[in-house]
């Protein structure tokens, strides 16, 4: 069935630097991916919605110049977390619609998420 | 905006007995998606069952129902003949059905122990 991937799983990073992370579609085109927070043992926490070849539309409350989101193509949209701190240490699940198997948008694969730690 | 409650943070359930988890939800929308999510220790989603706001009958899937009650606002999860692999934290999730692009609204989840 349809996959989506996410590198890289674990990343570690210093405080001030920027990491990105990776979220594909394998197998079909994703016109629409979300990218998620979580925290241990808690709720995903929606960030940001990425649509292909226009603007990400961001949750209240995210920073937008701290979370850059690009969906350049139908099959990937990345997550750059900018000069990052120790608070941005946290994990990220994006989620993608593929709109082929279900035009209502209930079809919605996640990836494996990434772990990211700045110290 | 919608939100998701969920009251239980830990559930506990033996091999072979039933828990239900449970779940309220807000909104003013009349159609309308809901599913249960399964993110066990690996923390990969798996979609354990999915309900249509429109649709009358409880959706259920082999061990795995819910008790959807619209008019109370209510969509609790049972989970018949526990099984260790059901050990996991459980998410309920809605989704408005008035744009595909929406994304899933989740809320704080339960974690369920199965003891054998």
């Known amino acids: 069935g349809a996959v989506v991937s996410q590198h890289p799983s674990r990343v570690i990073c210093k405080s001030g630097t920027s990491v990105k992370i990776e979220c594909r579609s394998l197998d079909f085109q994703a016109t629409t991916m979300f990218w998620y927070r979580q925290f241990p043992k808690k709720s995903l926490m929606l960030m940001a919605t990425?649509?292909?070849?226009?603007?990400?539309?961001?949750e209240q409350g995210v920073e937008k110049d701290k979370f850059l989101i690009n969906h350049a193509s139908l099959t990937l949209s990345t997550l750059t977390v900018t000069s990052a701190h120790p608070e941005d240490s946290s994990f990220y699940i994006c989620?993608?619609?593929?709109?082929?198997?279900?035009?209502?948008?209930?079809?919605?694969?996640f990836g494996e998420g990434s772990w990211l730690t700045v110290v | 905006a919608q939100t998701v409650t969920q009251s239980q943070p830990e559930m506990s359930v033996q091999e072979a007995e039933t828990v239900t988890l449970s779940c309220t939800y807000d909104?003013?929308?009349?159609?309308?998606?809901l599913f249960w999510y399964k993110q066990p220790p690996s923390r990969q989603m798996i979609l354990v069952i999915r309900q249509e706001a429109y649709k009358q009958q409880n959706a259920t899937e082999n061990r795995f129902s819910v008790n959807f009650q619209k008019a109370a606002k209510s969509f609790s999860l049972k989970i018949s003949d526990s099984q260790l692999g059901d050990a996991a934290m459980y998410f309920c999730?809605?989704?408005?059905?008035?744009?595909?692009?929406?994304?899933?609204?989740f809320g704080k989840g339960t974690t369920l122990s199965v003891s054998s």
């Open positions: 989620s993608a619609r593929d709109p082929g198997v279900d035009p209502l948008g209930n079809t919605i694969y």
């Open positions: 909104t003013s929308e009349s159609d309308y998606y």
């Open positions: 990425s649509n292909e070849g226009s603007k990400a539309t961001y």
């Open positions: 999730a809605y989704r408005s059905a008035y744009q595909a692009g929406t994304a899933l609204i």
